[in-house]
Protein backbone atom coordinates (compact mmCIF):
# COMPACT_ATOMS: atom_id res chain seq x y z
CA UNK A 1 0.00 0.00 0.00
CA UNK A 2 2.80 2.01 0.59
CA UNK A 3 3.78 1.54 -3.12
CA UNK A 4 0.10 2.78 -3.85
CA UNK A 5 0.41 5.72 -2.10
CA UNK A 6 3.43 6.87 -2.77
CA UNK A 7 4.19 5.97 -6.18
CA UNK A 8 1.25 5.57 -8.31
CA UNK A 9 -0.69 8.11 -6.55
CA UNK A 10 2.32 10.09 -5.78
CA UNK A 11 0.81 11.94 -2.29
CA UNK A 12 3.27 12.89 -0.04
CA UNK A 13 3.66 11.58 3.77
CA UNK A 14 2.61 15.00 5.96
CA UNK A 15 1.15 17.57 3.51
CA UNK A 16 -2.93 16.73 3.85
CA UNK A 17 -3.31 13.41 3.56
CA UNK A 18 -4.60 11.51 0.79
CA UNK A 19 -5.13 13.72 -2.17
CA UNK A 20 -4.82 12.02 -5.35
CA UNK A 21 -7.31 9.12 -5.89
CA UNK A 22 -7.30 8.51 -9.22
CA UNK A 23 -8.35 5.76 -11.15
CA UNK A 24 -9.72 4.14 -7.32
CA UNK A 25 -13.37 5.93 -6.47
CA UNK A 26 -14.08 4.80 -3.21
CA UNK A 27 -10.51 4.98 -1.92
CA UNK A 28 -10.70 6.96 1.55
CA UNK A 29 -8.00 8.44 3.38
CA UNK A 30 -8.07 6.28 7.02
CA UNK A 31 -6.61 2.90 8.24
CA UNK A 32 -6.19 -0.07 5.64
CA UNK A 33 -5.18 -3.48 6.52
CA UNK A 34 -1.85 -4.56 4.74
CA UNK A 35 -2.28 -8.30 5.94
CA UNK A 36 1.08 -8.91 7.02
CA UNK A 37 1.51 -9.81 10.53
CA UNK A 38 3.67 -8.44 13.05
CA UNK A 39 6.68 -10.80 13.71
CA UNK A 40 7.12 -9.34 16.99
CA UNK A 41 3.52 -9.81 17.82
CA UNK A 42 1.67 -12.88 16.60
CA UNK A 43 -2.09 -11.34 16.94
CA UNK A 44 -1.37 -8.21 15.02
CA UNK A 45 -1.10 -6.64 11.83
CA UNK A 46 0.35 -3.71 9.95
CA UNK A 47 -1.85 -1.44 8.74
CA UNK A 48 -1.22 1.66 6.69
CA UNK A 49 -2.86 5.07 7.05
CA UNK A 50 -3.77 6.54 3.52
CA UNK A 51 -4.20 9.93 5.47
CA UNK A 52 -0.57 10.24 6.90
CA UNK A 53 1.54 7.78 4.19
CA UNK A 54 2.30 5.77 7.66
CA UNK A 55 1.96 2.67 8.80
CA UNK A 56 1.98 0.89 12.85
CA UNK A 57 1.04 -2.99 13.84
CA UNK A 58 -2.48 -3.46 15.80
CA UNK A 59 -3.87 -6.19 17.01
CA UNK A 60 -6.05 -8.26 14.19
CA UNK A 61 -9.37 -8.05 15.98
CA UNK A 62 -9.43 -4.16 15.56
CA UNK A 63 -12.35 -3.50 12.55
CA UNK A 64 -10.43 -1.60 9.98
CA UNK A 65 -11.04 -1.20 6.44
CA UNK A 66 -9.19 -3.88 4.02
CA UNK A 67 -8.46 -3.42 0.29
CA UNK A 68 -8.46 -6.24 -2.12
CA UNK A 69 -5.29 -5.31 -3.73
CA UNK A 70 -2.83 -7.77 -6.31
CA UNK A 71 0.93 -6.70 -7.31
CA UNK A 72 1.50 -5.65 -10.85
CA UNK A 73 -1.49 -4.73 -13.73
CA UNK A 74 -2.16 -8.09 -15.34
CA UNK A 75 -3.09 -7.20 -18.77
CA UNK A 76 -4.29 -9.77 -21.22
CA UNK A 77 -6.19 -10.42 -24.61
CA UNK A 78 -8.80 -13.02 -24.41
CA UNK A 79 -8.83 -13.14 -28.32
CA UNK A 80 -6.03 -15.48 -29.07
CA UNK A 81 -3.08 -13.79 -31.68
CA UNK A 82 -2.69 -14.67 -35.24
CA UNK A 83 0.23 -16.81 -34.44
CA UNK A 84 -1.05 -18.46 -32.04
CA UNK A 85 -3.64 -19.82 -34.64
CA UNK A 86 -0.56 -19.82 -37.17
CA UNK A 87 1.73 -22.09 -34.52
CA UNK A 88 -1.48 -24.40 -33.40
CA UNK A 89 -2.14 -25.02 -37.02
CA UNK A 90 1.41 -25.58 -37.98
CA UNK A 91 1.56 -28.18 -34.75
CA UNK A 92 -1.80 -30.21 -36.10
CA UNK A 93 -0.47 -30.28 -39.84
CA UNK A 94 2.94 -31.71 -38.68
CA UNK A 95 0.92 -34.50 -36.32
CA UNK A 96 -1.22 -35.51 -39.29
CA UNK A 97 1.39 -35.45 -41.83
CA UNK A 98 3.65 -37.70 -39.66
CA UNK A 99 0.90 -40.51 -38.71
CA UNK A 100 -0.24 -40.64 -42.37
CA UNK A 101 3.79 -41.10 -43.58
CA UNK A 102 3.87 -43.78 -40.56
CA UNK A 103 0.63 -45.62 -41.79
Known amino acids: ?3 LYYVDLK ?4 VGGLIN ?3 FTHLMPTYYWSGTTFPAYQPAAW ?3 MYTGSQYPDVKTDEINAMA ?3 G ?3 FSSVPEPSTFLLLGA ?3 GLVFWKNRKS
Open 47 to 49: WFA
Open 73 to 75: IVE
Open 91 to 93: GLG
Open 69 to 71: IRP
Open 11 to 14: DKEG
Open 21 to 23: TEP
Open 1 to 3: MAH
